[in-house]
């Protein structure tokens, strides 16, 4: 897993780690940047550098075998190449995109050159990205969720799970598409209001599922399910948005 660290341990590596660690799986973090933040907002951040990054991975893959891999805020473009380089070395794992561009609280994590190479890169490899309604209507550039998330097809990435949790109504709605006829829709009872790493621990959890076996939409079953039960006994961490409680346990 590729991701930020979140000095509030709300989001990023912190919640990738919790929830790949909670279903089942040994996590592999490689942080990607350094930010400044809290449960409210990001303030700044800084990348890591490409070439640590190219050799901790390598390293890794000398070591230890990789099922699936999970990507979060990635820093900057030079980060996302040496990513792509090494997916070219290993083809066939599993790629769980979340393309974070912005913290919920509006702080950027993402610069026009980051979502580019994003774009380009990254997403014609990835089995599937994980949007937010925001991320999907600046990514998709459209505000039409299916419209948009066509678009993102058409980057060349295998389908695109809009998530429904930054909306309003009683249900989240998560949509997933592909290039099916019709896409596929789950509905979750909505839960109070915002969350700090609902995000990150969605697409963590759904890397977890594809690395033991699952399959995608059994995976993202079972990261919904486990994403709701951590949102039901949520921390309140700071003076902020409240943390999901991914280390409580749960029964697969």
Not at 79 to 103: N, Q, R, S, Y
Request: glycine share 12%; proline share 6%.
């Amino acid at each position: 897993m590729l991701s930020g660290l979140d000095p509030s341990g709300g989001a990023g590596i912190q919640a990738d780690i919790q929830a790949v660690t909670s279903l089942g799986c040994h996590p592999l973090p490689v942080i990607t940047c350094l930010t400044v933040q809290d449960t409210r907002n990001v303030y700044g951040a800084e990348a890591v550098s490409a070439e640590l990054i190219r050799q901790q991975l390598r390293c890794l893959a000398d070591d230890v075998p990789i099922h699936a891999i999970k990507t979060g805020a990635l820093g900057n473009a030079a980060v996302v190449e040496a990513l792509v380089d090494f997916i070219g070395e290993h083809p066939g794992l599993p790629l769980i995109t979340d393309p974070v561009i912005k913290a919920a609280g509006g702080g950027d994590l993402a610069d026009d050159e980051l979502i580019k190479a994003m774009k380009e890169r990254l997403f014609p490899l990835a089995e599937m990205i994980t949007p937010n309604g925001v991320e999907l209507a600046l990514l998709g550039h459209s505000d039409n969720p299916d419209e948009a998330a066509g678009n993102l097809l058409k980057t060349g990435c295998q389908s695109v799970l809009a998530t429904g949790g930054h909306g309003t109504g009683i249900h989240i709605t998560n949509t997933l598409y592909n290039h099916s006829p019709e896409p596929m829709r789950w509905e979750i009872e909505r839960i109070g209001g915002e969350y700090h790493g609902t995000g990150c621990t969605l697409a963590a959890a759904i890397a977890a599922g594809r690395a033991s076996g699952l399959s995608a939409r059994a995976a993202i079953s079972q990261a919904q399910n486990y994403v709701n039960h951590a949102i039901l006994h949520a921390l309140d961490v700071g003076k902020g948005q409240p943390v999901p409680d991914r280390g409580i346990l749960w029964e697969r």
